[in-house]
């Protein structure tokens, strides 16, 4: 059974910096797509970040420079490094996983090419 559990969020003023990680257990952790998402409001859930099984990585325009992700193998987890943080940034941040093959190029980031999905961490930006 695959199972991700998200931590890390919470509040913050706007300019500071959170980083978020998922837990992620499943045994072919190495081996499949990985990406966060996060969905506002009223708004639709939009991919923010997402890596491979190449470790290529893709971003939304909206976090370029400023959110990095990456995977700890060892310790099966998957993190967002939050920096500069906006109010535009608050929102619940959800970590997924999809089991469906991708060639390597390509980077899936939208939310219905994801299978697997955590409960959730909500982070909140103060301006």
């Known amino acids: 059974q695959v199972r991700l559990v998200e931590s890390g969020g919470g509040s913050v003023q706007a300019g500071g910096s959170l980083r978020l990680s998922c837990a992620a257990t499943l045994s072919t952790y190495n081996q499949i797509p990985m990406a966060w998402f996060r969905q506002a409001p009223g708004k639709e859930r939009e991919g923010v970040a997402a890596?491979?099984?190449?470790?290529?990585?893709r971003y939304a325009d909206s976090v370029k420079v400023r959110f990095i992700i990456s995977k700890d193998s060892v310790k099966n987890t998957l993190y967002l490094q939050m920096n500069s943080l906006k109010p535009e940034d608050t929102a619940m941040y959800y970590c997924?996983?999809?089991?469906?093959?991708?060639?390597?190029?390509?980077?899936?980031?939208?939310?219905?090419?994801?299978?697997?999905w955590g409960q959730g961490t909500q982070v909140t930006v103060s301006s």
């Open positions: 890596i491979n099984t190449a470790r290529r990585i």
């Open positions: 997924a996983a999809t089991m469906s093959y991708y060639s390597g190029s390509y980077v899936p980031i939208a939310p219905h090419e994801y299978d697997y």
